[in-house]
């Protein structure tokens, strides 16, 4: 077997390995978990997800949860010079 095709080999082999071991860390993490394929929308992801947002962030949200989740986000982002109610 030339060099070439040896190298070829072993690079394949590793590319598999590292795949693999991607794939592994993003099962763990929760990676491919996506909200919009679960709920069958993901063609109209963007504009959903903004909508999303925003309720979730609005003190006066249908959450019930006040400025709740306004505040971990600010807090988050070390957000200062932002009056959460």
Do not use: C, W
């Amino acid at each position: 077997m030339s060099q070439t095709l040896l190298l070829a080999n072993a690079l394949a082999s590793e590319t598999g390995i590292l795949s693999k071991a991607y794939a592994r860390v993003s099962e763990a993490n929760s990676e491919y978990f996506n909200i919009f394929s679960i709920l069958n929308m993901e063609t109209n992801e963007v504009k959903t997800h903004s909508t999303f947002l925003a309720e979730l962030l609005n003190p006066h949200g249908s959450h019930s949860m006040g400025e709740t989740f306004l505040q971990l986000f600010l807090n988050k982002f070390e957000i200062k010079d932002f009056e959460a109610s």
